[in-house]
């Protein structure tokens, strides 16, 4: 019975993120039979998504989407999605931390020893929220979806064009180093920005 509970929340979220996308390209419908059969997939690893999807779930009454738990659900969800979507591997995994980010306002710290992850995470961010946080958002606004678009194509740029990344950099980096420095000093990591 918990796994047909896990699988509605799944495929709700997974709604939720496919109408946020859908500026980028269809991500599909959440395929239930591939994730719960095969130990390579969203709803067997480890559990550990099982465990996140019901936390957040008993926890969205009280804290909204404002948890670690839902942090992991849109990480985990948004970066398959983004897969579909046609980003690979390590690119993947940052846009669904950065997407799970502007979207629970919960910074995911997971791959946070490697700087180029946050600061692509930065990047998203900042694109996102020019002029800061706002985590209570709608998945089905159109202003989310462009700008969700606009992040999706210059991480598609960047892994067509690894060297603009780092122009990228060089172009917004007085933009991203204050946030890299709150940053550094919240978390206390090397407070120099990245060369």
């Known amino acids: 019975m918990e796994i047909l509970r896990v699988l509605q929340i799944a495929r709700r979220e997974w709604g939720n993120i496919r109408i946020s996308l859908q500026e980028c390209g269809d991500i599909g419908e959440f395929d239930s039979n591939n994730h719960v059969n095969s130990k390579t997939t969203l709803i067997s690893r480890g559990n550990?998504?099982?465990r996140n999807l019901i936390e957040m779930e008993n926890k969205l009454p009280t804290h909204g989407y404002f948890t670690p738990e839902a942090s992991y659900v849109f990480t985990t969800l948004a970066s398959r999605a983004s897969e579909r979507l046609g980003l690979r591997g390590r690119l993947a995994q940052t846009f669904g931390s950065g997407y799970s980010w502007v979207r629970t306002g919960w910074l995911d710290l997971s791959g946070m020893e490697e700087q180029k992850h946050l600061i692509k995470q930065l990047f998203l961010?900042?694109?996102?929220?020019?002029?800061g946080g706002y985590f209570n958002w709608d998945f089905n606004s159109l202003l989310v979806k462009t700008k969700l678009k606009?992040?999706?194509y210059i991480f598609a740029t960047w892994q067509g064009n690894p060297s603009s990344y780092i122009q990228d950099v060089k172009?917004?980096?007085s933009g991203l180093e204050p946030l890299w420095h709150g940053l550094s000093l919240a978390l206390d990591f090397p407070r120099k920005f990245p060369e």
């Open 48 to 50: 550990l998504l099982v």
């Open 125 to 131: 961010f900042k694109i996102f929220f020019p002029l």
């Open 150 to 152: 606009a992040v999706f």
């Open 171 to 173: 172009d917004y980096r």
